[in-house]
């Protein structure tokens, strides 16, 4: 009889040995960060170095052996290096232009949030190496804490701020997919973090009102 219990309980004992991993206290996202606009914008660039620093702290809870859900706080970081540039329609107001390259030397956009991540955590089986396969599925709820376009040129340079006429909220859906600690990243803001909300009339390279929403690709490192 006992060598039946053991040799029932024995799978069971190894799949949940194989199943613990390290559940991610704190991750680290590097990303890649671009501006998606609401309509097509014919002549907007966007740098190859533009990028995103989000720093997550977190715990979690299993509800089902395998998976987790996780929670926490976070704060992340981002330098948007196009060649949108500020005009000031009025005292009260400005609009977003497009700019030549021979008008800048650095252009860019710089905002910071506090974040609320919320996730769906799975994490497979380990290797004997200690290797195992994690996804995670979530959104990151947010307030702006910062917001400002810099522009740099030959002979001056101007950092502008209060002129990011959005929701100083966001809502970014993501997912995770690697092996281990590392795995890619992927985000997308849902709520639109730029907007023309004022085009000036007869300003060379202006555009239609236009929302911009921000996409996220790269690198998370989870420990």
């Known amino acids: ?114 974040d609320i991540p919320l996730e769906i955590r799975y994490r497979g089986r380990s290797t004997q190496k200690g290797w195992f396969f994690r996804m995670s599925a979530g959104v990151r709820l947010g307030y702006r804490l910062t917001g400002s376009a810099y522009h740099r040129a030959d002979d001056h340079a101007i950092r502008q701020y209060r002129v990011f006429t959005t929701s100083p909220y966001r809502a970014k859906v993501y997912a995770r997919v690697g092996a281990g600690k590392v795995t890619l990243y992927a985000g997308y803001d849902l709520i639109p973090m730029l907007q023309d909300q004022n085009p000036p009339p007869n300003v060379p390279g202006d555009f239609e009102i236009t929302k911009f929403r921000m996409m996220s690709v790269g690198l998370s490192i989870v420990l």
């Not at 606009?37 to 089902?64: A, C, I, K, T």
């Not at 992340?76 to 005009?87: E, F, G, M, T, W």
């Open 1 to 114: 009889m006992k060598k039946l219990l053991f040799s029932l309980l024995l799978p069971l004992t190894v799949f949940g040995q194989n199943m613990s991993g390290p559940e991610g206290k704190f991750i680290y996202d590097l990303t890649y960060d671009l501006l998606v606009p609401s309509q097509s914008v014919d002549g907007l660039q966007q740098e190859w170095y533009s990028n995103g620093h989000s720093f997550s702290f977190m715990g979690e809870r299993s509800f089902v052996e395998g998976f987790g859900f996780g929670y926490g706080f976070g704060f992340s970081i981002h330098n948007l290096h196009n060649n949108l540039a500020y005009v000031e329609v009025d005292p009260t107001s400005v609009s977003m232009t497009l700019l030549s390259d021979s008008l800048f030397n650095i252009n860019k956009q710089n905002l910071s949030y506090f």
